[in-house]
Structure formats: C-alpha cells, structure tokens
C-alpha cells in the first residue's frame, strides 16, 4: 500500500512561548520514523512529510502526487487541531483514503479524538509499530479490523475497542527508524541542550518504573532494553552515514540497569566511536564509577529532572527522590566531568510563590550548564490529569492546544498561586540564574562548539525578552495598585 506518514503542521509559534522562539528548532519525529521503518520493511510505500517544512496545501498536493493509499498523522495532544483539520482536508479531496492516527495524544484520549471528526478512520493506541503493520494487513486483505490488537475504530455509531496491544518484548526486532525517508538536511535542533551539529536522536530502551505524577506512562513500568550491541550499531550508522558529532538518547531512565549501561560504554570504547552523546537519567540512580565510564565513552551531558527545590512538592508529584540525593547526583556528574541539565517546573499542586522562589535558588546551587523552567501541564493519561479532571489540585484550561509546557500562559494554575506568578517565576528563575558571575564564567570557559557560541547569543535573545516582560509585568501591577 502507499502509505503518507505526516507530522501535522506546526511551527514555534504553536509550541513555544514569544520569549524562547529564537531559540527554538525542528527535531524528527523518533516514534513516526519508526512506524515508518516497520511498514517500509512489511514492503509498503511511505511519503513520510514534516509539518515543520510544509503547510496543508504543500501536504495535500504531496499527498496527490504520491497517491497515496492511507494517510497516518502523528498527534500529540498540542497538535491535535492541526491533525484534524489536516485529515479533513485530505478526506475531502481523496474520500477513499484511509486515515489513522497514533502518538501519545492519540494514545491518551482515543474516544473524544475519534468523536471530534467523521474524516478519521482508525486510531492506534500505544505501541504504533506491529499494530499499525497488522492494520494495514487486515486492510489490504480485508479481514474484520476487530481483529486487529490496540485500535479504536467505528463501528456504525459505536467505537469499537480491540484489546490492548501487548508491548514489544524484544526491541532488537526492530529496524532502526527510517531516518532516509525524513529530509534530514532541513532539520535542525533547539539550541537548548545541544553540544554540537550534526545530532542525531536515539532510543536504548523504552520505559520508566518511576511513578510521577505529571508524566504520562504509555509504555507502563517495565523497562525493555535495545541490545547494547543493536544501540551502539544505531550510532555507528548515524556516525557513518549522517556524520554524527552528537547523539540524543530520549530513553525516559537511561540509568535503569548499570551492566546495560556499563555494556553500552565499553561496545563505544571497544569500537573507538568518536561520539558525543546526552541521556536523561533519574537521580537515585546513578553512582561514580558509572558516571565515570559514560564519560570515557563520551557522555557530554546528563538530563536530571529535579522538578522543585522543596521535598514537599517531589514528595506531591511523587518523584520518589530526595533533595539530598538530587544534589549528590548533580555534584558527582560533574565531578565526573559530565555537565548537567536539570528541569524543574512551577504550579505544583499545594505549591506558593515563595516555594518557587526557593526552587530558583536551589537551581542555582546546583549549578548545571543548562536548565529549563516549565509550567506543570496535566498530559492526558496522567494521573494529574484524571485529578484536576475530578476538581483536584487546581484549574486547566479546556483547549487541547494548549498543552504545552513552552507556552506564553500555563495549561494549568493550582489554587495556591495565579497564572501571572507562575510565569513570573519562570521569568526570574531564568534571569536569576543565568545572570550570575559564577554561571557565567563557567559557561563562557566551557564553550564546546560553535553552535554553543550561537546558542549563547540567541539564549541572550530570549533573556532580553523576558527582561522586558518582566518590567511590563511589573508595570501593570503598580498601575494597578495606583488605581485601586
Ligand atoms: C523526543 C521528544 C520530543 C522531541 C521530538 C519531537 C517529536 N516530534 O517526536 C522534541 C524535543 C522536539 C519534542 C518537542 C515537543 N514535545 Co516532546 N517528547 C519527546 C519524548 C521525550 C520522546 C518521544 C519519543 O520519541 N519516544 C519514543 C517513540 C518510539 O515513542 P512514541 O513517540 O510514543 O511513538 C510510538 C507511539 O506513540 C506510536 N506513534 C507515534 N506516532 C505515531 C503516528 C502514527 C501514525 C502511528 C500509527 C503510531 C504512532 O508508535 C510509536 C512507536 O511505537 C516524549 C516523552 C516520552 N518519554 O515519550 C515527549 C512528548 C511526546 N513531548 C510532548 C510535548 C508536549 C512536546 C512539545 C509540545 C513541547 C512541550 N514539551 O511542551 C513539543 C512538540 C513538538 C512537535 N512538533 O512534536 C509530550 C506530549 C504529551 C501529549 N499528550 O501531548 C511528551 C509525551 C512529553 C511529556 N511532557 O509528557 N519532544
Ligand atoms: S522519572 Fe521521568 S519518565 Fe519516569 S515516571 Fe518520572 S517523569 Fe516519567
């Protein structure tokens, strides 16, 4: 079958707040290139598009020339009025096509998408890639699509929902997503978190066994390991074929299983891979010896979501991690001679504008060479979500678009602090902490690339923003008190 696999359009303007657009880039889509792989291999013809690079009119007449068979778009929730608006015009101009969707807003909340529009055909939940294999199959055979595990279709004026789709026990199944099908030279990162060009993004597992609140588990607790062997081979060729300086593993815990990682590292050492490369890691789980190995292997750079500065609030998001351990963690990445990220987020539940102020300051004694400020946005499928949907917590706004944790107001306020704080304090939290001597003889001494002299121009860019959103804010406030 000709199969078109579509990332809806989109641009910075819908993920990002004014103040961070010049910072912003394009990734490639990991989930949908995998998808794309497995069809691919099961011998179907795939027009994979970006909606970074297209408009709905390009896609269309793309979708056309193609002839394309099935049409399969790629939802997060934030994108999900571009999907559909993307579905409906293809289904206009081509009624036969068939149209499915997957990702994790598709995965989420598969009844209320189905219910939003009569263009779509089949949602897949979860796991996309033997699901959506076997869909096509059933199609092309024309088998009952009841059949076939992990979809939500209609069914008359009912949805149907097959049983859940077991997850994918042997990972190393899998081809390597199909990175040659993406136009690879039009992509380019956020200058957030990024060593050097060309960078690639990579999977070593799928999983995590934590139990956060605010984090969507779609591929449950078990965590299932890539081969170290399958994952050092994934970079081998990116190295080889697409000159790769830096990888990005999106693993949710990379850190889970040491002997993985310690196997990982010395497959790199053995086969002299000269390769940069970044993981996201929990706190409680990471010693010296390890960090040391990663760094021998080239770990530049190690992603630690501490969340909040106050054990109260990562004891509400049940984080299951301590302070102490977060600031163990940091101190020994580094003295290990890998950098660090750390995230944190405002608009905890139970959480006030003074307990912010103190995340800034533990942000800052942590000292990691990026940092990110989110609001806390309620994901479908969470367990935030369900709370807030229940009248706990606090307030969310009704607009699937505007679930993005990089936006110009929060998705969601607690009933302890206002919207404008919570921006507030993202705006202070970034001002404070890059407009100190310390971080900034650190991060001009620590300069790795080119693209990071680049970064640091277009990060001032958004600092300089904020600096005057800030004395606006401030503005309107005494204004108000004058008034009142
Ligand atoms: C890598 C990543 C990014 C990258 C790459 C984005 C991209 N387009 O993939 C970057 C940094 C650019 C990014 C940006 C954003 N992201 Co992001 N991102 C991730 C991350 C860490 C990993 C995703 C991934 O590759 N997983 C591995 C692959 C194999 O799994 P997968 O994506 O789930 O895909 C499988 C299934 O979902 C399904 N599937 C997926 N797509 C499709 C399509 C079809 C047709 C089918 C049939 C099946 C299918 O099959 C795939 C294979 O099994 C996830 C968190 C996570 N742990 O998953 C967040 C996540 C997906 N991002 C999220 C969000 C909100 C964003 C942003 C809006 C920014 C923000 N944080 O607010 C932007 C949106 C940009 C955009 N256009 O997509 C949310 C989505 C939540 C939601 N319910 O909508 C997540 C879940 C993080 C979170 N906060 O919880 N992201
Ligand atoms: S540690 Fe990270 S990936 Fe795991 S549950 Fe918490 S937020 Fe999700």
Known sequence: MRIALVVPPWGPDIIRAKDTRGISGCWPTPGLQYVAAVLRDAGHEILFLEGFFYGNDEMLQKIA??????????????????ARSLIEEVKKAFPSIFTFIGGHGASALPEILM???DALDVIIIGEGELTSRE????????????????????DGNNLHRTPPRELIDN?????????????????????????TVPVMQMLASRGCNGTCLYC???????????????????????????????????????????????AICDEIMRRR????????????????????AM?????????????SGVQKHLDTLLKRETLDQIADAVKLTHKAGIKTHTTYIFGIPGETFEDGLKTIEFAKKLNSFTVEFFPITPFPGTALYKGVNKGLFGTMSANLSDQGMLLDRPCFVPFTMTADEIMELRRLAYMKYFLRPRFLIYRFTHIMSLFQVRAIFHGAGSLFQMFREQVEALWKKTAHVFHS
Not at 65 to 82: H, N, P, R, T
Not at 171 to 195: G, H, I, N, T
Request: hydrophobic share 40%; with cysteine; charged share 30%.
């Open 171 to 195: 990972l190393d199944q899998l081809p390597f997503p199909a990175v040659d099908l993406c136009e690879m030279k039009r992509y380019y990162p956020s200058f957030e978190q990024v060593s």
């Open 216 to 262: 969507y588990k779609m591929y449950g607790s078990r965590i299932r390991l890539r081969s170290p062997v399958r994952v050092v081979d994934e970079m081998e060729y990116y190295v080889r074929t697409y000159g790769a300086k830096e990888i990005k593993f999106w693993d949710e815990h990379f850190s889970y299983d040491h002997a993985h990682v310690y």
């Open 65 to 82: 020339d193609f002839k394309a068979e099935a049409l399969g778009v790629y939802v997060i929730s934030l994108l999900w009025d571009k």
């Open 135 to 154: 869909l096509i199959e059933a199609l092309e055979t024309k088998q009952d699509l009841r059949a076939v595990k992990g979809i939500l279709f209609k």
């Open 295 to 307: 760094k021998r292997a080239g770990c530049w750079c190690i992603n630690y979501g501490v969340e």
């Open 273 to 292: 891979l000269k390769i940069r490369w970044w993981v996201s890691c929990r706190a409680d789980s990471v010693d010296l010896a390890l960090l040391k």
């Open 115 to 117: 219910r939003d529009t």
